[in-house]
């Protein structure tokens, strides 16, 4: 059971590239989200998804988009990259369902854009 | 909208001495609040929530409306507590488990 993976571990984009970032759960949890986290702030919600073939926008969803074809895999797009968007991302999931559900972490991509 | 403050980025106590995080909060019903921990290397996990009522390796957290306050302690630090230290609120409801974070607490216990 290997809960939550984020792939890459690492990644330098240039300006204006694009990159997918993959999560994948194997808990068969409902509820997947996107966080990302910048130095000296907590973490913020990109988007989230209560199921397959449902998503919805966080707190800071600009230059991304995401998809969730199947429960497994929630992978997150950025199209045009911009330095703005150098930061932490961490994947997470929980049960959904349940009221006050905890969330299980992926060990986070951390992506710098020069 | 909901807000958490974590008023301390930097915490630096001594083996053995009591620790307390501060974590402060903004909303206007009655949301559920929970601490994460991230030890070095290892991924962001839940060390405990208040609806649980539990303490977690020493760790208590106590809800405080009147204040708006879930301060997390502990009586007797240890140096594997060293960690980094977010507080989160869950406003409940139909949010679907969408969590806010505070800026996070590193605390660093020394020998």
């Known amino acids: 059971n290997a809960g939550v993976t984020q792939t890459p571990k690492f990644r330098i984009l240039k300006i204006g590239q694009s990159m997918t970032l993959q999560c994948t759960q194997d808990?068969?949890?409902?509820?997947m989200y996107w966080y990302r986290q910048d130095p000296g702030m907590g973490l913020k919600l990109i988007y989230y998804s209560v199921g397959a073939g449902i998503t919805d926008k966080g707190e800071v969803p600009n230059g991304y988009n995401v998809s969730r074809s199947t429960t497994e895999d929630f992978p997150l797009r950025l199209e045009l990259a911009a330095p703005s968007q150098t930061s932490v991302y961490f994947c997470?999931?929980?049960?959904?369902?349940?009221?006050?559900?905890?969330?299980?972490f992926g060990p986070g991509t951390r992506l710098t854009v020069l | 909208a909901q807000r958490v403050t974590q008023p301390e980025k930097l915490l630096s106590v001594f083996k053995g001495a009591p620790v307390e995080l501060k974590c402060n909060y903004s909303?206007?019903?009655?949301?559920?609040l929970f601490w994460y921990v991230q030890y070095s290397r290892q991924r962001l996990q839940l060390l405990l929530r208040h609806i649980s009522r539990e303490s977690i390796k020493g760790f208590t957290a106590d809800l405080n409306k009147g204040e708006t306050s879930f301060h997390l302690k502990k009586p007797f630090a240890q140096e594997e507590d060293s960690a980094m230290y977010y507080c989160?609120?869950?406003?409940?409801?139909?949010?679907?488990?969408?969590?806010?974070f505070g800026q996070g607490t590193i605390l660093t216990v020394h020998p």
């Open positions: 989160a609120l869950d406003p409940g409801g139909t949010s679907y488990g969408k969590l806010t």
């Open positions: 909303y206007s019903g009655s949301p559920e």
């Open positions: 997470a999931s929980g049960k959904g369902l349940v009221s006050y559900n905890e969330q299980f």
């Open positions: 808990m068969n949890h409902n509820y």
